[in-house]
């Protein structure tokens, strides 16, 4: 099981796959590349990096999640909602 932060959940989390393939390509001894999917996520993490920039209340419910402290029901849609839409309108 692979844990993926709520917030990309219904988007594409390239950290997710990378995390899939690393596993069967470690039990399976595949010799995977995981260039493509590196940059894939590196791209993501600059498009939530600019959009905690530019939001600042994004940027504190994100904060306060990575201090393991819980959103109320409305946070946890606006950060939802707020990820979705900026990924969705910054897709390549």
Do not use: C, W
Request: net charge negative.
């Amino acid at each position: 099981m692979v844990l993926i932060p709520f917030y990309l959940v219904s988007s594409n989390d390239p950290g997710a796959h990378k995390r899939v393939l690393q596993f069967f390509n470690q039990r399976l001894d595949l010799g995977m590349d995981f260039n493509d999917l590196d940059e894939q996520i590196k791209t993501q993490n600059q498009k939530i990096a600019r959009l905690r920039d530019t939001l600042p209340e994004i940027n504190e419910l994100i904060n306060r999640l990575e201090q393991n402290l819980r959103l109320s029901g409305e946070e946890h849609q606006q950060l939802l909602q707020e990820i979705e839409k900026y990924l969705r309108e910054h897709r390549d």
